[in-house]
């Protein structure tokens, strides 16, 4: 079950989920971000901000793969621009500390392109007075220019999605959100 929540911008949807995050009984030591770039200089500018990602090029259905049959991972430090471009599609995907890359991130987004996510996970705390019941896959995601779990598919919006337990369903959910003051 999760909520979303609209966001004005890049840095008010970060905002949004760091007051979300706050709320958690407990965090992960690790973040993620996950995406689906197409251009050469989203590739650069996003490889920057989190230069030991991992990029994997997966050919469009119908096409010829860039690298022999299925997939490949280029390094894209080491590639020029026609290279690169060659192996466009890329989804990208990295695991960070959390507070180490998400302002590179935010500023790395430029003014268009992809949706890019980025994922904090951890546990709720119990309250069942709420209809909160902490989970192991509890969550809080941000989908820059996406409001889909598929970064393939971007909107131009910004979106903070809450992640509960079924047990948990909508009203552990509305708990939340009005408790870090976001509005769904």
């Not at 992960?28 to 490889?47: C, G, K, N, P, Q």
């Not at 695991?95 to 500023?107: K, L, N, Q, S």
Request: aromatic share 6%; net charge negative; charged share 25%.
């Amino acid at each position: 079950m999760h909520i979303t929540a609209d966001a004005a911008d890049a840095a008010d949807a970060y905002h949004q989920a760091m007051r979300l995050c706050a709320l958690m009984e407990h965090r992960d030591e690790e973040a993620e971000l996950l995406t689906h770039l197409e251009s050469v200089d989203e590739v650069r500018r996003m490889a920057a901000a989190l230069p030991n990602s991992r990029f994997v090029h997966r050919p469009y259905p119908g096409a010829r793969p860039s690298c022999g049959a299925g997939r490949c991972e280029p390094d894209v430090s080491v590639m020029g621009d026609r290279e690169l471009e060659a192996h466009l599609p890329l989804e990208m995907s990295a695991r960070f500390t959390p507070g180490t890359a998400e302002d590179r991130v935010i500023a790395a987004l430029g003014d268009n392109g992809s949706a890019v996510f980025l994922v904090w996970t951890g546990r709720w705390p119990d309250r069942p007075e709420h209809g909160l019941h902490g989970f192991r896959h509890d969550a809080v995601q941000v989908a820059f220019r996406g409001d889909h779990s598929d970064p393939a598919l971007p909107s131009g919006r910004h979106a903070v999605h809450v992640h509960v337990s079924k047990a948990s369903g909508r009203r552990g959910v509305e708990y939340l959100v009005a408790q870090a003051g976001v509005r769904p």
